[in-house]
């Protein structure tokens, strides 16, 4: 199979050859994995009951999903991937915002899932070859893990697609199995000495439907397009893309996350999820287990570094994909060891979570007011402007940048991460009788700025006399 030689060009017609199938595929098969599976396990370390877990998880998906599936739409009609497609918004220079945002979420999201992949991987062997747990074998199994994933990366998004389509079946029938694995251990309340993480109840039970559910789907709002940029709005309507990505978003993650959950009850997990995880398998389910690290891991964390090697060839237009995708590899190993040996798993998981929510809903929200005031038109070529190392266009505005979308953006994020309860109390909180809403006020005071700067703006007649599709 070649290697991917595209990078955030305009793909043509003829090369989207993908369908809403596949979109589903990429987005269940990717998504079964420790990496997503770890984050049902949050609401149990937070201190909540079985009930309020899953309707935390679910709620919070639910949300995410309704927020983040239309920006599907928009590479769909543009051919390119999201944080290029933003540049009608912020400017073909201003969609560097989108392009950061983009790569601080797939950083985070591949290293996580190398790291509790690794963590489980390593577990798991200890268990069946009595093999040592220390740093030499963890700093061997990343190092295999991460190898694989760049693999997978490198080759590109038909690789992956193939891979995440194989997933979806295994992976599965191996949660299934596993369900009947864990089941004599189940309980419904959280482990012993585990109180309300906040301390009462319905803070609690908010932070957890942000963290375990909410974030699931905001992790895509940058990555949606690198699979919608293949699928031909010819050949395929928007009504049917729409609907395969909210479907895949759902089962994608709400399927592994409550299986997360369902596992740390049974495991009694608390303060750590893979080792209690591993502890509490029967010897049966440890191959498995064994399975789901290794295989799951290299999927969701492939399609991840895949992302981040486009949103930095996007920042460095100079860099091909590929270069781009064995730096930012570096960088995520980087960040898996920091993880595993100097961070606390619940409390790092919880602050990237909260603060990369809080910037990235504004750049959403306000990406999607200019998909609906442009009916979905775009100019394609003038969002190059930036990758050709050139100037002008429709999308110039002043220098390359939009200054009202830019601020608009920057209020809200600000006002957001004002408002988060970790890692630190933000001063609004007091607002807000101590409950989370950043990503709420980070989203509505964005999108509410952006339409009070714009309010007598014209959508550019360019725009829409560009339309490709």
Not at 31 to 59: E, R
Not at 120 to 130: F, I, K, M
Not at 154 to 169: D, I, R, T
Not at 383 to 388: A, E, K, S
């Amino acid at each position: 199979m070649p290697t991917e030689q595209r990078g955030v060009d305009t793909i043509p017609d003829a090369e989207r050859t993908s369908g809403p199938r596949d979109l589903l595929s990429i987005l269940l098969g990717s998504n079964l994995c420790l990496g997503v599976i770890v984050f049902g396990w949050l609401p149990v370390s937070y201190g909540l009951g079985m009930a309020a877990a899953i309707s935390s998880v679910v709620i919070g998906t639910v949300a995410g999903v309704a927020v983040t599936a239309p920006l599907a739409l928009v590479s769909l009609r543009t051919g390119t991937n999201l944080s290029t497609s933003s540049g009608a918004a912020f400017g073909v220079r201003g969609r560097l915002v989108g392009s950061v945002v983009g790569l601080l979420l797939s950083l985070g999201y591949s290293a996580l899932t190398l790291w509790i992949g690794g963590d489980v991987v390593v577990s798991t062997l200890a268990r069946l070859l009595h093999l040592p747990t220390g740093g030499a074998v963890h700093t061997v199994v990343y190092a295999v893990l991460a190898g694989l994933t760049v693999i997978g990366a490198v080759y590109g998004y038909q690789l992956l697609l193939k891979l995440s389509k194989a997933l979806a079946v295994l992976m599965t029938a191996l949660l299934v199995v596993g369900l009947a694995a864990y089941a004599p251990h189940v309980t419904t309340s959280a482990p012993a000495h585990t109180p309300y993480l906040l301390g009462t109840f319905w803070p609690t039970w908010l932070l957890s439907a942000v963290t375990a559910g909410l974030s699931g789907p905001v992790a895509f709002i940058t990555l949606l397009g690198d699979y919608t940029r293949y699928v031909s709005p010819r050949r395929h309507s928007k009504r049917s893309v729409y609907w395969a990505t909210c479907l895949g978003l759902f089962a994608g993650l709400l399927v592994p996350q409550l299986f997360g959950t369902y596992t740390a009850y049974a495991a009694h997990a608390a303060l750590d999820y893979a080792g209690p995880l591993v502890a509490a398998s029967p010897r049966w389910y440890l191959v498995p287990l064994l399975v789901v690290a290794l295989v799951g891991s290299v999927g969701n964390s492939g399609l991840m570094l895949y992302s981040m090697g486009l949103d930095l060839d996007a920042i460095l237009p100079r860099a091909t994909r590929v270069k781009a995708t064995l730096v930012v590899a570096v960088v995520a190993v980087g960040f898996v060891f920091a993880g595993h040996f100097a961070w606390d798993a619940q409390s790092a998981m919880t602050t990237f979570v909260l603060l990369l929510t809080a910037v990235g809903m504004p750049w959403a929200v306000i990406t999607l007011l200019v998909h609906r005031r442009t009916g979905g038109a775009y100019d394609p070529d003038a969002l190059q402007v930036f990758n050709r190392r050139s100037r002008g266009g429709v999308y110039w505005y002043r220098a390359g940048w939009h200054p009202r979308a830019t601020v608009s953006w920057a209020v809200g994020a600000a006002v957001g991460m004002c408002a988060v309860s970790a890692p630190y109390e933000g001063p609004l909180l007091r607002l807000t009788g101590g409950i989370d809403c950043s990503f709420v006020l980070s989203g509505l005071v964005g999108g509410a700025v952006y339409l009070v700067l714009t309010r007598a703006s014209a959508v550019p007649a360019a725009a829409l006399a560009g339309d490709s599709a």
